[in-house]
T-cell receptor, first 114, second 112 residues
């Protein structure tokens, strides 16, 4: 079934550790996104990529980095995890970055930083 | 000020009821509008786009009022399976990015 795959599904991580959340899509979508969802705050954009080879900062980029080496993969890295990064992380994609394009989401990664 | 404001609810309605959710957005440059549905501990899923003329998809009707910066979702003949959180989403095209701004969601529970 076509879609977006995120890994891991959940993770408990010690503060200070490095962690990479994986995201792969097989829909050949050009644009990809990473969000975090926190209670009372809704989903907030961390980073995005309009097309392979390009990335941009969203609303809450600090402490996170991304890369987009190819169309399918968009990993999110926490270089040195902190407890405030405990959240549910969703990867999404859309056919293009232009307006009117809805985004399709992966199942999410639940991350707890202790 | 948040880009998108929603009444968090919860809305508890009996099966067969009609329920309406409202949402306001702050940026007049907003270009596209959507309603997403999110089930507990699941990913958001697109319910419907919202067009300027209003649009309907079965039991669901979405309306947009650009002058008042207001979006609504009407659900008729509520089903148990409609129980979920409904997210109002606004697209603001900022420096070449498809930035979606999400409301915090309105929780609906349909009661038998």
């Amino acid at each position: 079934i076509a879609g977006i795959t995120q890994a891991p599904t959940s993770q408990i991580l010690a503060a200070g550790r490095r962690m990479t959340l994986r995201c792969t899509q097989d829909m050949r979508h050009n644009a990809m996104y990473w969000y975090r969802q926190d209670l009372g705050l809704g989903l907030r954009l961390i980073h995005y990529s309009n097309t392979a080879g390009t990335t941009g900062k969203g609303e809450v980029p600090d402490g996170y980095s991304v890369s987009r080496a190819n169309t399918d993969d968009f990993p999110l890295t926490l270089a040195s995890a902190v407890p405030s990064q405990t959240s549910v992380y969703f990867c999404a994609s859309s056919d293009s970055w232009t307006a009117n394009q809805p985004q399709h989401f992966g199942d999410g990664t639940r991350l707890s930083i202790l | 000020r948040k880009e998108v404001e929603q009444d968090p609810g919860p809305f508890n309605v009996p099966e067969g009821a009609t329920v309406a959710f409202n949402c306001t957005y702050s940026n007049s440059a907003s270009q596209s509008f959507f309603w997403y549905r999110q089930d507990c501990r699941k990913e958001p899923k697109l319910l419907m786009s919202v067009y300027s003329s209003g649009n309907e998809d079965g039991r669901f009707t979405a309306q947009l009022n650009r002058a008042s910066q207001y979006i609504s979702l009407l659900i008729r003949d509520s089903k148990l399976s409609d129980s979920a959180t409904y997210l109002c989403v606004v697209n603001i095209l900022v420096t070449g990015a498809n930035n979606l701004f999400f409301g915090t969601g309105t929780r609906l529970t349909v009661i038998p």
